[in-house]
């Protein structure tokens, strides 16, 4: 991830959490903000009810690999934390993909392709 820094400080999930927009589905939500740099900053977030840790680190490496592939498109300055919900267990890369990149839209963190030709 070329553009993106690692969220890692306690402090700056929870401002996430109560300060920034969200957008849902049925196996993620993605908590929004903007932040002050030029780059954007990711936190991923399993819990311990999802399962042990062979199925947390799955899923947090296919979260991992569906942003690298949209984060060429993504607007930068954002703070980011993907939590993955219980049910994000049994699906697999290209739902993740697919449900990451509808929210990304919804959350307006992607630019719509349909709007993007209309200006042309």
């Keep these: 991830m070329k553009n993106t820094l690692s969220l890692k400080q306690n402090h700056d999930f929870k401002r996430l959490y109560y300060k920034g927009g969200c957008v849902k589905s ?65 699906v697999d890369f290209h739902t993740v993909s697919r449900v990451m990149r509808r929210l990304f839209k919804k959350a307006g963190l992607l630019p719509d392709a349909k709007n993007e030709t209309d200006k042309q």
């Design 26 to 90: 049925d196996i993620l939500v993605i908590y929004y903000r903007k932040n002050s740099l030029k780059c954007s900053r990711l936190g991923i977030t399993v819990g311990k009810k999802l399962g042990g840790a062979v199925k947390r680190n799955r899923v947090k490496r296919l979260i991992r690999e569906s942003y690298r592939l949209s984060e060429a498109e993504m607007l930068c300055g954002y703070d980011i934390v993907i939590v993955a919900r219980s049910r994000a267990a049994e």
